[in-house]
């Protein structure tokens, strides 16, 4: 089955500075990438996600980036403020199952 | 998204009770899942919940100990059965909008004692 590896698992940034999350996956099947940010107590909240025939996707400051050869995709958070302080959630499905296979997730903080 | 409603929010059980739990959305949706999360970690599948026919387990899981049932396209539950302290997580319910797109429940936070 699918294995999604996230690096790093905790990451500090000062306000105002960019942060980059990176996901590994194994199965070449995957087609599907979403990022999920769940904040204390809350339920996943699905931000930004790409399919697999693109290579990048940007939404204001947050982007996703694909590289289907090396098999590993990467979120990237630019301008950087205090509410962007949660954790991080990549996950890899193949459109055919639907089933969401999670990383192992990235506390972000962000240093006002 | 979804409008997505989940009972109880939180609940403390005694061991070797059962609970279950409802997963409500606002509109038909094809396909609904259940995961597990357990405390500062990721989000484990469960089961899909199949409308009209029994629910598809993930490794690890069976139905004896989260029978699920989904009667239409709007409403499933999971019951945890036979709870220990082991099973002391938040547990989601999620729905499938589009291709790909899965939108999450407020989660069941189950303590059991």
């Known amino acids: 089955g699918e294995n999604v590896e996230q690096h790093p698992s905790t990451l500090s940034v000062q306000e105002g500075d960019s942060a980059v999350i990176k996901c590994t996956y194994s199965?070449?099947?995957?087609?599907?990438f979403p990022w999920y940010k769940q904040e204390l107590g809350k339920r996943p909240q699905l931000i930004i996600d790409i399919r697999s025939n693109v290579g990048e996707k940007k939404d204001q400051r947050i982007a996703v980036t694909l590289n289907k050869t090396a098999k590993h995709f990467s979120l990237h958070i630019t301008e950087t403020q205090p509410e962007d302080s949660a954790v991080y959630f990549c996950?890899?499905?193949?459109?055919?199952?639907?089933?969401?296979?999670f990383g192992g997730g990235t506390r972000l903080m962000v240093k006002p | 998204s979804a409008v997505i409603s989940q009972k109880p929010s939180r609940d403390i059980c005694q061991r070797g009770t059962s609970l279950t739990i409802q997963c409500q959305v606002d509109?038909?949706?094809?396909?609904m899942f259940w995961y597990r999360q357990q405390p500062g970690q990721s989000l484990t599948l469960i089961a899909t919940?199949?409308?009209?026919?029994?629910?598809?387990?993930e490794s690890g899981f069976v139905i004896d100990k989260f029978p699920i049932s989904r009667p239409n396209l709007t409403f499933s539950t999971l019951t945890v059965s036979n709870m220990s302290p082991e099973d002391s997580s938040i547990y989601l319910c999620?729905?499938?909008?589009?291709?790909?797109?899965?939108?999450f429940g407020p989660g069941t936070r189950l303590t059991v004692t």
């Open positions: 999620s729905v499938l909008k589009t291709v790909g797109e899965q939108y």
């Open positions: 919940a199949n409308q009209g026919s029994e629910a598809t387990y």
């Open positions: 509109s038909q949706v094809t396909m």
């Open positions: 199965d070449s099947a995957s087609n599907y």
């Open positions: 996950a890899a499905s193949t459109e055919a199952g639907n089933m969401l296979t």
